[in-house]
């Protein structure tokens, strides 16, 4: 048996820098048709300059294969409207990241007062430039998506214009919102659709599995599970493959990162078959985001295989999700 993918996307992306570029972006660039690639490196992608010599360095370490790096800017309160103009030649979104939320977010945005943010929303409403957020308060950590629904709602109650994509939602309450604001969409990684927090600390401790948000509980994995088996228009799916070398994730002070690139595609295939849902799976991986980002991607077919493959126990020095696990299909070939 097998199944055909055509251009898939990856819609939340972190290719990093260097060496680690090198290692992971040809793995990416292999089975997907182009990602969206997060600014949060070291310093975080905040000019046209880095911005475009970011972009050149993932073409170069991508190989001979087709891929497209989306390029995202890590949003500031501080642009210009005549800086978004010209970013908007070069990018279709903006990350804005809490200050200190997450990996490399400490120059992100301290307050989420909205009068503060306004000047850069209106200008970014008016390019058609999209908002993705990290939807995470300082709170209790099951608790910071939940509580940072109330500022998802008034940034798309306030512009009704501005796309805002929640990225990588962990809760049944971000899924509610999709359908109460005609402007809200999300991305949903494999793991948030596989795991829950059990599976990271529920028995011995899975660093791999660590990432933010962290996985919750088994009813916000149902939800999530609900929307993206059954092709709801508004969610794309976006990996958060967020590699870290072993020695940072195996030590005391993990850093929260799941690298799933190398085996999304095998391991949504097999989710989607074995809930019945293959006849979704196009549009979760590609023919949504297309629509939400009025984006079309280089051509790429996929062809999955329903034979087992074996996940390696790393790539370079980064271990991947199922790592000397085996998943139920296999990549075939790319055309
Ligand atoms: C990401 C990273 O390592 O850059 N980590 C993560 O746990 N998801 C950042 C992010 O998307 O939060
Ligand atoms: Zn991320």
């Avoid at 008034?154 to 509610?176: D, G, W, Y």
């Avoid at 993990?254 to 595609?265: E, S, Y």
């Amino acid at each position: 048996m097998t199944h055909s993918l055509l251009s898939p996307l990856d819609m939340h992306l972190h290719l990093r820098d260097e060496a680690m570029l090198k290692v992971v972006a040809p793995l990416s660039a292999h089975s997907f048709s182009a990602g969206l690639v997060m600014p949060n490196v070291v310093p975080p992608i905040t000019t046209i300059e880095a911005l475009l010599a970011y972009k050149k360095r993932i073409v170069e370490a991508s190989g001979n294969d087709v891929f497209e790096p989306l390029m995202t800017l890590f949003f500031r309160s501080d642009y210009t409207r005549s800086f978004l103009e010209e970013a908007s030649l070069h990018v279709k979104a903006l990350k804005l990241y809490p200050s200190g939320i997450t990996t490399n977010s400490e120059g992100g945005v301290a307050s989420m007062d909205i009068e503060v943010l306004r000047p850069v929303l209106e200008a970014m409403s008016d390019l058609g430039l999209i908002l993705c957020v990290h939807g995470e308060t300082n709170g209790f950590v099951m608790d910071r998506e939940k509580e940072f629904g109330s500022i998802y709602e008034s940034f798309a109650s306030s512009f009704p214009r501005l796309k805002i994509v929640m990225e990588h939602i962990t809760t049944k309450e971000s899924v509610a919102l999709l359908d109460k604001y005609d402007n809200l969409y999300a991305t949903i990684t494999l793991h948030h659709l596989l795991i829950t927090l059990d599976d990271v600390a529920g028995g011995m401790l899975k660093p791999h599995l660590f990432c933010k948000p962290i996985a919750k509980r088994e009813e916000d994995r149902q939800a999530l599970l609900h929307v993206s088996l059954n092709a709801h228009p508004k969610v794309m799916f976006g990996s958060d493959s967020a590699p870290h070398p072993i020695s940072k994730k195996e030590c005391c002070g993990c850093a929260a990162g799941v690298f799933t690139a190398p085996i999304a595609l095998q391991a949504l295939t097999e989710l989607f078959d074995k809930h019945h849902a293959l006849a979704s799976l196009q549009a979760f991986v590609s023919d949504n985001a297309q629509k939400i980002y009025n984006y079309k991607p280089p051509f790429k077919e996929v062809i999955l295989e329903k034979v087992p493959s074996l996940v390696p126990n790393a790539y370079g020095d980064v271990v991947p999700m199922f790592a000397n696990e085996s998943l139920a299909w296999s990549l075939k070939n790319v055309l």
